[in-house]
């Protein structure tokens, strides 16, 4: 076996997991094909470059964002500490000067004596050559705009014909959130109420045999309010490479909305197949929420996917009967996206299950965000220099929202989609509390006492 372990990208993911290698003594080839070639997003030469918004989010604890990054800081994140140093003013989140962490990071890595930096694109001709020995552990970190050669040999490696490009994902909204006064569970197609039953009774019985659906009905002018503020809700500015024909099945529904008034009545808010339980009649339009998760607490908002700013959406998609409270824990986003399907492929260590040697980190396993990429770099990093020091595996406490992130990645779904830290990743407390930040200080004590490296 080689003395030292690849690790091919130097973004967010790549610059952790190189650093944590490093540190434990093992050498690191860390290959960045900037300044040689740039994805359409990148433009800075250094290391670790912050693509877009500036910001790390929240930096409370009470936030899963905040969390994470506390959970980072116990465990000596390079890129946390970085981010800490060269933070900007923004309130209670984290945020900071773009170039002066890329640069700071840079230096880092490079006054590292056992981190060679090959600024060289990658393509992993040689990935699929048995069990890589010949190339030792290697980590594969390129982010969601991989190359595109690179991309051809990840889908021979993992057997895919493509890997999974993310275009278009509708908003996620946590369960508890919804107001069940006015919601109900039911399937469009299998809602046959019984000839002897009141709709109170057909209510009761749906919502204990059918989950997989939550059913909000508007009636004519709860609609029409909901309508006119979606024609004229801000919409995000597209990157050049992000602006492209837009298919059919994915349209953003603020397009969809533009082209008439009944547009979304006759498509994904079509009122049939239900009767609204609370007056008996058929509404005027329904917003169906569909289960996004095993645990039945996500539900996604079917049909939603949209270009809108998350101030919008969280402003507009609140004002559906039903949804004036909740808790959108991820919102919708369109834009190119390339990741592999970590929910078959790999285990809560980022490290393939069919091939020891390889790890992912980063976006392209379908963890999503800047501190997210940070988390899924450092277990990865960890875990490649366990292999070269013969030592047992890290798997983090489900309970911490680094492992809950790893478990939630490396967790079989037929419907598998990339995920950030959101508290509806970890297991719920044994105790109900009603109170939400109650809940999430104790779920924050609960991480914090079990984040450890044993
Ligand atoms: C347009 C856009 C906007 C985004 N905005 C946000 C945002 O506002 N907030 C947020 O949290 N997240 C945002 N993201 C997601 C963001 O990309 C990730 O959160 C984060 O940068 C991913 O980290 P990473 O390490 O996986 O990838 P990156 O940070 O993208 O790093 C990948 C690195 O690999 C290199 N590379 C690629 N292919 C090869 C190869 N074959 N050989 C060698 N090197 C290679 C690239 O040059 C790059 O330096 C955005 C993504 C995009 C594309």
Not at 102 to 120: A, D, F, G, R, Y
Request: proline share 4%; net charge neutral.
């Amino acid at each position: 076996m080689k003395d030292y372990v690849t690790v091919v990208g130097g973004g967010l993911a790549g610059s952790e997991a190189a650093y944590q290698i490093a540190k434990r003594g093992i050498n690191v080839k860390l290959y960045e094909m900037k300044p040689i070639k740039f994805s359409p997003a990148h433009s800075n030469k250094d290391l670790a470059e912050i693509v877009c918004s500036n910001s790390f989010k929240s930096n409370l604890i009470t936030n899963a964002c905040g969390l994470l990054k506390e959970e980072l800081r116990k465990l000596d994140s390079l890129l946390i500490k970085c981010a800490d140093e060269t933070a900007v003013p923004a309130g209670q989140a984290l945020a900071v000067d773009r170039e002066k962490f890329s640069k700071l990071v840079t230096e880092k890595i490079s006054s590292m004596s056992n981190i060679e930096i090959i600024h060289q694109e990658f393509i992993g001709e040689n990935l699929f050559n048995d069990n890589n020995e010949d190339i030792g552990p290697i980590i594969i970190a390129t982010g969601p705009l991989t190359s595109d050669k690179l991309s051809e040999n990840i889908c021979r490696l993992t057997g895919k014909d493509k890997l999974y490009f993310y275009d278009a994902a509708a908003p996620i909204i946590e369960k508890d959130s919804i107001d069940f006064n006015i919601a109900f569970f039911g399937d469009r197609y299998n809602q046959e109420k019984k000839k002897e039953e009141s709709m109170q009774e057909w209510k009761e019985r749906i919502n204990k045999e059918e989950k997989s659906y939550i059913n909000l009905p508007m009636n004519e002018e709860e609609y029409n309010v909901f309508y006119n503020e979606l024609i004229n809700a801000q919409i995000v500015t597209l990157h050049n490479f992000e602006k492209r024909e837009i298919f059919e099945g994915c349209m953003p529904i603020e397009i969809m909305a533009k082209r008439g008034e009944d547009t979304l009545r006759f498509g994904p808010l079509k009122p049939v197949g239900f009767d609204d339980p609370r007056t008996g009649k058929r509404p005027y339009a329904i917003v169906q929420l569909r289960q996004d998760n095993e645990q039945g607490n996500l539900y996604n908002m079917v049909g939603f996917q949209t270009n809108l700013k998350f101030g919008e959406q969280k402003r507009v998609f609140s004002l559906i009967p039903g949804l004036k409270e909740a808790e959108f824990i991820k919102y919708g986003v369109m834009h190119r996206n390339t990741y592999i399907n970590s929910s078959e492929l790999l285990d809560e260590t980022y490290n393939l299950k069919t091939n020891k040697n390889i790890f992912f980190a980063g976006q392209i396993t379908g963890v999503e965000g800047y501190v997210e990429s940070i988390a899924s770099g450092l277990v990865a990093g960890i875990n490649a220099a366990h292999i070269m020091q013969k030592k047992e595996k890290i798997i983090f406490s489900k309970n911490t929202v680094i492992g809950a992130l790893a478990n939630y990645i490396s967790t079989y779904n037929s419907k598998f989609q990339p995920m950030n830290a959101n508290f509806g990743i970890l297991p719920p407390l044994e105790e109900r509390i009603k109170d939400k930040k109650l809940k999430y200080q104790k779920l924050a004590q609960r991480a914090i006492g079990e984040i450890n490296l044993d």
